[in-house]
């Protein structure tokens, strides 16, 4: 069920099965045309990347790389069941470490 899933998102991460779910069904949510600002912990906002270019852009201060500009992300490829079907890029909060982003979108098939 898709409203359990979006109200347990606002206290833990997203399962991959979760997640693809989600993406899979697109259609049913909202796509926000704009980046939100300052999104509270445990929000979940569906974005068309080809339309939003900078969906990251958010307003929070994210880790940077050395460079002191680009922000720090970290790239997975995850698997549903054993099959790699999403990737996953997330990005630490510079003030408090513990505070997270999480992007997902599908793999191309």
Not at 4 to 23: F, G, M, N, T, V
Not at 40 to 59: C, I, M, P, T, W
């Amino acid at each position: 069920d898709i409203k359990q899933i979006l109200s347990e998102a606002k206290h833990r991460w997203l399962r991959p099965a979760e997640a693809c779910e989600i993406l899979r069904n697109y259609e049913k949510f909202h796509i926000s045309p704009e980046a939100p600002n300052k999104p509270v912990s445990g929000s979940v906002f569906l974005f068309d990347r080809k339309v939003l270019r900078y969906f990251r852009k958010d307003g929070h201060n994210w880790r940077k790389k050395k460079d002191g500009k680009t922000v720090k992300e970290a790239h997975e490829k995850l698997k549903v069941g054993s099959v790699e079907m999403l990737n996953c890029y997330y990005a630490h909060g510079e003030d408090n470490e513990n505070f997270q982003r999480r992007s997902y979108w599908l793999l191309e098939q």
